[in-house]
Structures are given as C-alpha cells and as structure tokens.
C-alpha cells in the first residue's frame, strides 16, 4: 500500500477546505461592512435634516362655487337668460320646466340636493350645480370631472350628484312613467293599431346591446357575446309615439332575442291574470289576445307577429313592408334614447351593474317624461283625452260606436295554484294561432292597403 499517495491527498483536501473558510469570512465582512456603512450614512442624513420628515398636505382646490352657480343661473334660469329655450333644450334635452319639475321634488324628497353650510358655514352647491352635473353625465356621457371647469365640483362630488340623481328620478317617477300599460292606455294603443292596420297590436318589442368597458375580468366570459366586447342586454317594448312601456335590463350580452325572453318579465302580468284582457277580430276571426310586432329571431308564439322571410305573393309582401316599417317603432326609441343620453350610446365606464341598471332605467324614465311633455308637437299625435273612457263604443250617440273592433276589459284575480298559469302559458306559445294571426293580417292588410300598394307599384 502507498502510504504516501494518500497522505498528500488529504492534504490537498485540507487546503481547499481551509482557503474556502478563509473566502467565506472575508465575503461575510465584506457584506457587515457594507450594512455598517449604509446604516451610519442614512443616520447621519437624518440627524442632519433635523426632526422627523412633514407628512405631505392635502391639495385643496379654491373652487368658486358660489360663482358658478350665479354663472348658471344667469346662463339658464334667470328671467332673461343669456341661452333661449332652444339652448336650453339642447343641452339639457328637456324643457325648461320639466326640468325644474325634476329638481323642486328632488328637494323635497333627497337631503343631499339641499343646500347646507360646511363646517365653516360656507354654503355647498346649489340644487341646480347638482342635478345639472347630473344631466351633463347622462346627456353628453362625459366624466365626472369635465363638469369641474364650469359648475366648479369635484369628480367625486359629481359621482354622487348622479348616484343621487338616478336613485331618486327611479324612486319618484317610475310608478307614473315606467308602468304597465292601463285599460285606458290599451285601448288607445289597440285603436292606433287598427289604424295602422293591425288590429290587436300592442307595440314592437326588441332587444340592444349596451358595451360595459369596465366589466370585470371575472365576469368577461359572462357578459361577452359574438362582437367579443363585453355588453349588457335592454329589453324594451314601444308604441308609435316612443313611449316604453317595458324595460328589463341586466341581462349578461352572451344571451340572445330568444334565450333572453326565458329571464324577461314582459308576460308576467298576463300569466299571474293582472293584465287587461284584449279581445279583437281580423278577418272574421276573433283572438283573446294582444300581440307585439317583433323581428324574425322571436319564437312563433301568439304573442309575437313577425314578417315573412320570403314573401312570395304581392299579398305577402305587402304584409311584410307593413310589419317591417311599423316594427321600427321600438328601433326608434332606441335611437332617440341614445341620442338624448350619450351616456347609453358610449360604453359603460362604472364597475357595478346595480348602477348601470339605475342609469338605464333613469333614463326611460326621463325619456318617457320628455315624450308626455312634447307628444303634442307631434306629427301624428293623438291627444289622450279621446280615450279617457275605457269603451268609447259603448257611448250612446258616439260617432265612434261600433267602429271598433275590440275590447279590453280589467284583469281577472291573481290566480291562486299553478294550473291557470299554466294555460295561459301554454296560450301564449300556441303556434297554431300564431300562424291564423299572421293569415288573417295578410288578408286585413292587403283589404285595407291594396289600392296604395298598386298605386306605388305602378
């Protein structure tokens, strides 16, 4: 055995041992010496700047509140204002006193648009600075800041004027402008039908799409469709003056016409019997049942009439111009709705869908108060007053006796077990009616307007 080989080995094993020891400690040195450095300089620093760094102060804004409410004022509200009724309109996109009316219950009813002092007794903003930050967000769907430079509040204040401003329009004025239509009302939308040439309408009923820019990450797969933006769905029912009588939004922009109509509550009133009853007859036939004009998505229910896809005879496609012109009812509301409030139009920039909820349905509300304040100006306006009594036909020595080809009677009782519910549903969706319907208005239609189509196509 070589004794010698061996013993230089583990000397060598020892040496490398030995100088990486040696490396080690003077790394470790290396590095207190450094910590030791730094600490005594940051020290130095400190005691050298004194006593403890000032906390940074807050920016406070020296806005002129009181003068831009007199800027306003004298602009709007005052007996000579600089801007007119037209101005005003505009940009307010109601008249003046509709608009007054809006803010004098919004003060009666909502704490926060009254005027109080601060804790140094100066006076917050006015009434109008508030509700007019409020219609400048919903009308020109601007942010809440670009409000600052004219009526002088902050991005969060004008958040809050319009939380504020949306709670209380939907607490005060749906049960009058966001309601089920009446015996009163049907009968006037049932008469302007007939004239139209569909007896028994009710209205058009479609669906649109609102983007939600700021939906979030969680919810995208939810609330994103085909156009691969995340939307939100408003369900609306109109009649030819644009009033909307329903309204169901929430719905996720994944859903479409027809799978959104499982969730929407537009027949609820007619399944639980609180609807009015509708009787009319087209073409010697007799249906208990009003219908909405719809496009050719929607199921082939009793309640819904849409065109023909290829209308084949000049009676069907006579129909079909009909139905699609007078279809457009609910396509105009939605038009004119984002027009009025830019806010719908532009993608939702709020995180909760409780507040676009509250928005959207704000703006109907207001819409449908627009709509009251100015059908009179309308071409084709029929004043209200001819239908206050539920059955003109039923007048003695009216003209109108017997010239009507329905009847609307109150709604039954709240149905109390499922089985009436149940028929009524399954009434509801009957095809075969849908198609007798939709037979007997080719024939009304073409009866009624044939020698206009001859004369146009010739």
Known sequence: MNFDSSSSSSDEIYDYMLLDFIEENRQQQVI???????????????????SKPERKKRIVVPRDREGAHDRLFADYF?????????????????????????????????RFFQQHPDATMRLGASTIQKCTAAMRMLAYGCAADQVDEYLKLGPSTAKECLTHFVDEVIREFSTEYLCKPTSEDLVRLLRQGEERGFPGMMGSIDCMHWEWKN??????????????????ILEAVASWDLWIW????????????????????????????????????????????GYYLTDGIY????????????????????????????????????GVLRARFAIIRQPALAWSIELLWKIVMACIIMHNMIVEDERDNYP????????????PENLP???????????????RYLYLNLTPMMATRVDL?????????????????WAKFVSTYVSNST
């Open 299 to 334: 199921p082939k229910w009793a309640t819904f009439i849409s065109a023909i896809t290829a209308p084949q005879t000049p009676r069907q496609r006579l129909f079909t111009i009909k139905q699609e012109s007078i279809r457009k009812d609910v396509e105009r509301a939605f």
């Open 397 to 411: 020595g009216s003209s109108r006796r017997g010239s009507t080809t329905f009847t609307v009677t109150p709604g």
């Open 78 to 110: 005052s007996d000579h204002p600089l801007y007119g009724e037209d101005k005003f309109r505009r940009r307010f996109r109601m008249r003046k006193p509709l608009f007054m009316k809006i803010v004098n219950k919004l003060i009666v009813t909502d």
């Open 215 to 232: 939906c979030p990450a969680g919810w995208k797969g939810m609330y994103q469709g085909r156009s691969k933006r995340a939307t939100v």
């Open 380 to 391: 084709n306006h029929w004043d209200p007053r001819e239908f206050s009594i539920e059955q």
């Open 429 to 445: 969706r009957d095809r075969e009616i849908n198609t007798s319907l939709k037979n007997d208005l080719v024939e009304h239609i």
């Open 246 to 289: 329903h309204a169901f939004f929430g719905t996720p922009g994944t859903c479409n016409d027809i799978n959104f109509l499982q969730r929407s509550l537009v027949f609820d009133d007619v399944l639980n019997g609180r609807a009015p009853q509708v009787h009319f007859t087209v073409n010697g036939s007799t249906y208990n049942q």
């Open 32 to 50: 207190e010496d450094t910590l030791k450095y730094v600490v005594n300089t940051a020290v130095q620093q400190q005691e050298g700047q004194g």
